[in-house]
């Protein structure tokens, strides 16, 4: 396995696969790995001759500075789980080789004021501008995003269509612990009581989306998905609502819809959707 720190290493790395028209899968991400990654990297595995990993916590996604310095990282672990995963590539730039001083910020165009960029402003316009960076140094033919960050997923999809039209975005649907929530890195910030309560709110959410006639508007949906989160006692959240899967609007009824959910536990910020 190759731990790649620099970006004219990692070019001159390709290069030799890329003249050989190997097919290079890129798999992005902030470390901390788990099982959600592992996926990723196992379909880009599947479908390319190589895979390379990237590990680089962003700090221009990270609207709040106390939430960028909280964000687990854990360089071993990550390393070893590499290892274990048959990786073929790590690549670990510096900010300041991504983020040279003049780097200017690329504002997000889609999806614009509902679910995550309504409460993370400028979170977007900086996934846009460190994907706009990795895509143009890793040249990848395929890149694999999960549909854990679903609005993500979508504003990628928009972005790659408008700027990288020759790389395929691959979707992976999400892994889930056993117990029913979505593998995520910030879970590693719970304590052992918020995570237990993590498990049993999101199973109260999957009867909850379970309770209901599948024919009804979104708009109705959405009433009944109010008084659901308002009942509960102490739950804090930015957003708890339906939305239709491929134009994220409040349109249609809730078969082609999707749950969607940002909530609290203590000062962590956990999201998910589900798919009815
Ligand atoms: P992150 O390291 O959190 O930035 O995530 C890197 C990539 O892994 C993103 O495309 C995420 O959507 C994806 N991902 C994170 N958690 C999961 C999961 N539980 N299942 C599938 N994909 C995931």
Redesign the pocket.
Known sequence: MLIIKDISHLKLYLKAYQEKGYSIGY???????????G??LKQSQNDNQKTVMS?FV?EKQFNKKEDFDKYPRNKGRDYDFCESHNVDVIFEPSSEEIYPDDKPILKNKYFQNILCDRFRPGHFDGVTTVLNEFFSIVHANKV???????Q??KI?EKFIEEKFSNLKIIS?????QEEGI?????NENLSKKQLQEFIDFHNSVIQFTKSFDKKIQIKEANTLAKNFITNLVDQEFDYFEFRNANSLEIEGDISDARLFYAIYKGQTRLIDNIEL
């Open positions: 798999v992005p991400t902030m470390g901390a790995l788990h099982q959600g990654h996926k990723l590990i962003n694999y995003f999960g549909q854990k960050d679903y993500q997923l990628v992976i649907p999400t892994e889930r979505a593998y995520s890195s910030r």
